[in-house]
């Protein structure tokens, strides 16, 4: 109600949109990388000082905003935009794009694109500059695009409505506040389970070794795990707040209308066109990405919160996941296109699933039944995104490439259930040429899982001789063995893993080519 009337004094308009846009650019860090680890060190020498004896370094000086503040910076923002997120509002249309491309509040010009570099964007803004025309020229010429003399420059608005003051205001506020809380949020509960066990080993050895230094740190320990479990209650409360949740559905619902429009897709839905709009490919890659990662810390995080969205809410985001997943022209970025597979992934049923990561019901997998564009070219993309996963560019590709596939095998299976579905994946693979590399990738895959399941059965073997052996395994001191145990649990997880990845991969391949073949 503050900011409400805030906004209706003309005097004090002006001065809050500033403050918003200056608590952005301020926070712009909580968005890098580090800043989990960075914060996560801070709370551990909160709770407990005397941790940095025990091997962890001193923390930085904060220079960024506590969560709280852009949480209710962002629920207040949520607010303010919530009568136009209704499909078809007439007040969505008042929108400007360019509003990113400007400096008029926020500085974007370090983001990265969603497929387009600095300097193309600089020079679509600047086509007169020489020096940036040339290297754009370059460019081009080096991967063989034809250039369009006559192609207008991207104009910039010199001053933008209330309406996308909102809209783009909250997109920057929840991308440096709520998003990086559920980042914070999952280091913690993905640090606490080794953190209680490395207590647990520090008591069991106190028991039979008492020791005055080793009786301190397991005090010290003790505040420590206790403080975390407290960050990571209150981080849930907050973060899985029904309201909170409801506006961010129904605000990033629009963002994802707002991306398919700008687009500009054929009334049909697809296929895009082959040319990239300029406007679109200058957008910053995070528009998107927030979009991605708000369902996945919230299917993750918050799975129960997520099993509250109807399957209609869900089919604004559908859409944009089967418009882009296919399109690499237009989000070069695999790894953001990787992270759509995931949300479908969970939107598949599956009983008995242990990981929670997939939901036990049919409800959410409705929209897959409704929702026509998804019907006529979902699986053959995820098809096709399977085999475009192997060149991502990474150096952690060779890895992170099955993890994608797996998931996208899950799917697949599932589609092949479907009767319509099932028809546009026997339609992908009576393309010879792509479904052999479709094959090759599916053979190649299960190979590589075989042999690594076998790999981990083996150590798995070994590791189960030696505590079969009561008297050379007890001979190991407390923590030895609790780390082979723990090393021994991993190894089981990772061995069902693959077989389970070899099932997949091969009940897929072999579906699909008994049922493409020619009757």
């Known amino acids: 109600s503050i900011c409400t009337e805030l906004l209706k004094n003309p005097d004090a308009k002006e001065p809050l949109f500033k403050f918003i846009a200056a608590s952005c650019s301020l926070n712009a860090t909580r968005s890098q990388q580090w800043f989990p680890h960075a914060e996560s060190q801070r709370l551990l020498h909160e709770i407990a000082p005397m941790a940095a004896r025990m091997g962890h370094d001193p923390p930085q000086m904060r220079t960024y905003s506590h969560d709280g503040m852009l949480l209710n910076l962002g629920a207040v923002l949520l607010q303010l935009c919530d009568p136009f997120t209704t499909p078809g509002s007439k007040h969505a249309s008042k929108i400007d794009p360019s509003y990113l491309l400007s400096t008029h509040r926020l500085n974007l010009t370090e983001e990265t694109r969603l497929c387009a570099t600095e300097s193309d964007v600089a020079h679509w803004l600047d086509p007169r500059n020489p020096d940036l025309r040339q290297r754009y020229l370059d460019r081009m010429a080096a991967e063989g695009t034809v250039i369009d003399e006559n192609e207008a420059a991207l104009e910039v608005s010199t001053s933008f409505g209330t309406v996308s003051e909102y809209f783009f205001l909250t997109m920057r506020v929840l991308h440096v506040g709520m998003l990086s809380s559920f980042t914070m949020l999952e280091k913690l509960m993905k640090d606490h389970p080794r953190w209680e066990s490395d207590l647990q080993i520090r008591e069991q050895i106190l028991m039979t070794q008492p020791n005055p230094q080793l009786q301190a740190e397991v005090t010290e320990m003790k505040k420590w795990v206790e403080g975390f479990k407290q ?4 981080f849930q409360t907050q973060l899985a707040d029904q309201n ?45 990405a927030d979009i991605a990662e708000f369902l996945k810390f919230v299917s993750h995080l918050a799975p129960r919160v997520f099993e509250q969205i ?11 996941m089967v418009t882009f997943i296919g399109a690499p022209k237009y989000v070069k970025n695999p790894y953001l296109r990787a992270t759509f597979t995931k949300l479908l992934c969970y939107l598949t049923p599956k009983n008995d699933d242990e990981s929670g990561r997939r939901h036990a019901s049919e409800r959410l997998a409705g929209v897959f039944h409704t929702h026509q564009l998804a019907q006529r070219w979902l699986a053959p993309a995820v098809m096709q995104f399977f085999v475009d996963i192997e060149f991502s560019g990474s150096h952690t590709g060779a890895y992170d490439k099955y993890e994608y596939r797996h998931e996208m095998a899950q799917i697949l299976e599932y589609m092949w259930q479907q009767p319509v579905y099932k028809s546009t994946m026997i339609s992908f693979a009576r393309d010879t040429t792509k479904f052999v590399r479709f094959v090759n990738m599916l053979i190649n895959d299960s190979i ?72």
């Open 448 to 519: 590589y899982s075989m042999n690594e399941a076998l790999t981990k059965l083996k150590t798995i073997k070994d590791v189960q001789a030696e505590m079969a052996d009561e008297a050379t395994w007890n001979a190991q001191n407390q923590r030895t063995r609790q780390q082979r145990e723990s090393s021994l649990r991993q190894d089981e997880g990772h061995a069902r893993y693959f077989m389970l990845f070899t099932n997949e991969v091969r009940e897929t391949g072999s579906s699909i080519h008994h049922s493409s073949l020619p009757p």
């Open 310 to 320: 109807s399957p209609d809410e869900l089919h604004d985001f559908v859409t944009l």
């Open 244 to 288: 909170l949740v409801s506006m961010c559905v129904r605000y990033y619902r629009l963002v994802s209308r707002w991306l398919v429009s700008i687009a500009n897709p054929p009334p049909e839905g697809l296929p895009l066109p082959d040319k990239v709009p300029r406007l679109f490919a200058a957008l910053p890659e995070f528009v998107m």
């Open 231 to 234: 960050c990571i209650l209150s």
